[in-house]
């Protein structure tokens, strides 16, 4: 299977299970042994869930990556005056 199929099926999953796919595809790279930061993986599960389900409820409000860097730049520019 390519990576543009395996894109392809993941894009079509709700929000909480490509938040899943999203956990399980991290820690498939992780070198640490296994359950060693559990606490830690885990809340960052809950989190990112939480959030994905913010998203999905039309709860968060959406920036795009330039539009962001732009308002950042902007909002740095005005506490360097």
Do not use: F, H, N
């Amino acid at each position: 299977m390519k990576l543009e199929e395996v894109w392809a099926d993941a894009e079509k999953l709700d929000g909480p299970q490509r938040a899943e796919l999203a956990e399980r595809l991290l820690a498939s790279l992780d070198d640490d042994e296994p359950g060693e930061d559990a606490d830690v993986e885990e809340a960052w599960l809950a989190e990112t869930r939480r959030r994905v389900a913010e998203i999905d409820r039309g709860e968060a409000e959406l920036v795009d990556g330039p539009a962001a860097l732009a308002q950042l730049r902007a909002e740095l520019a005005d506490r360097r005056r």
